[in-house]
C-alpha cells in the first residue's frame, strides 16, 4: 500500500512508540516497514521487535532492515528521521561545558543558545545527506522530522532541498498541562500530588500525562510561533466555547510563585502565554545567562541530567530487547502515541482528515508577521492532499520579534553548517541573545569547531 521508512529506528523511546504505533494502524495493513539504523544492535532488537508485533498484532507488514539509508530510501513515500549524532548526552554535556570555560553560563544548551548553535551544526549535514538521496530516489516522499534543534533542522531541509518536511513535537502539551493545573477546580481536573515543573526529569512525565489527558478533553488550545518558543493565542472550553483565557490568567497568577517562575515574568511582561514551560523558554531569551545576576538560580532552572538519561536509554533498550525475545508482554505498547507520524501517514496516504495541534511548516503566511519561508509552528490539517498550516494571523509584535531574532540565529547556523562558513557561524553566535561580546563568541566558536573537528570537515577544508 505504502512504504515507510523510519530512521533512526533504533532509538530507545522512538522506535517503541513509533513503531508500535505505525505498526497498530489497521489502515495501513499491507505497507512496507523499512528500519534503518547504523547501530548493529540497536537495529537488530528493533527489526526483531517489529517482526514480532507483525505476527501477535496480526499488522500485515513487510518488515525490512537496513544499515544505510541509501538501501532503504528507494520507493519510500514516508521517511521518518530521528536521527542524533552522537553519543547524544555525552556531546550536549559538552556544548554546555564548552562556552562555560568562556563565562557564558547556558540554562540548557540543546536547541537555542551556543549549544543549539552546536547541536545544529552537528545535525545539519547527516540530515542533508537523507534529504538529498531522497531527491534522487523518492522525490515525492514527505520527510517527518523529529531531530532537534528541530526550526533550524527542518530549515535545512526547506531551504536546501526540494523535498517536502514537516517537524512534529510534543511540547504543545506542556500547554495543556498548564491549563489543567491553572483551571483544575473549574474543569474538574483531578490534579496528582508531586508536580513540580514543566521540567525533563523522568519522574514528572507520568504526573503530568494524566493531567494533560483530562485537559486536552476539556479545552481547546491554539498555539503558534516556532518549536519550542510558541506562544498561546486561545483557549476555550470544548463544552461550552466560553473563552477560558482571563480565567486561565487569573488562575495562573494565583498558583505558587515558585512555579516555573521564568514562565510567569515573561507572561506578566508580555501579557501572552510562553508554550514550553521554562527549561525550553530559557533557551531563547536575552536574560536568563548574565554572569553577575545568575538568574538561572532565580528561575531554578534545571539542567539536563545528562548521566541519567544515558542510563535510561540503556535501560529501555535492554527492555525492548526482552520484549523482542518473548521474554516480556508486550501489552504496554498498545496504547503508545507517535506523537503525529501516524496521524501525517494515515491521512496523506489513506485521503482523511486529521488537524493536528502543531506542526513546523515554512510560513506561507500563516503567521502573519514572521518572515516568509522560515519554519514556523502553527496547527495544521492534514489530508490526502497533504500536509496545511492553519492561519493564525500576526503574533503581539514584541512576541514576533523575539521569534524573529531568532529565526535568523537560525538561519545563519545552517548556512554555516552548509557552506562551511565561519564567518556566517561567527554572525550567528554574534545575534544569540546569549552571546554579550565579540571575542567571547570568537573563542567559543573556534573550541567547538576544534572540538567536534570530525563531526564538522566542512569548517577545515
Known sequence: MTKITVIGAGSASFGENTLSAILRSKKLRGSVLALVDRNPASLDIVHRLASRLNVEWDAGFAIEAHASHQEALPGSDFVVSAIEVGPREALWKSDYEIPLKYGVHQPYAENGGPGGFAHALRNVGPVLEIAREMERVCPQAWFINFTNPMTRICDAVNRYTHIKAVGLCHQIFIGYAFAGLALAEQLGIEIPAGIEGMHADPSQHALRDGVIRQAVQRVDLLAAGTNHFSWMLALRDRQTGEDLLPRFRERFFALDPEFEPLTRDVYEAFGVFPVPGDTHLCEYLPWVSDPLAQPWQKYHIRLYDWEMNASLRDFSLDRLNDMADGHLTVDGLLETDSEGALEMIENIACAGKHYHLAANLP??????????????????????????????????????????????????????????SREKALQGLLLDPMIGDIRTARLILDDYLASYKEHLPQFWK
Open 363 to 420: 510560513n506561507v503566511g500563516q503567521i502573519a508577521n514572521l518572515p516568509l519561508g522560515a519554519t514556523v509552528e502553527t496547527p495544521v490539517i492534514v489530508d490526502g492532499a497533504g500536509i496545511h498550516p492553519v492561519h493564525v494571523g500576526a503574533l503581539p509584535e514584541p512576541v514576533a520579534e523575539l521569534c524573529r531574532r531568532e529565526l535568523t540565529v537560525g538561519q545563519l547556523c545552517v548556512d554555516a553548517a552548509v557552506e562551511g
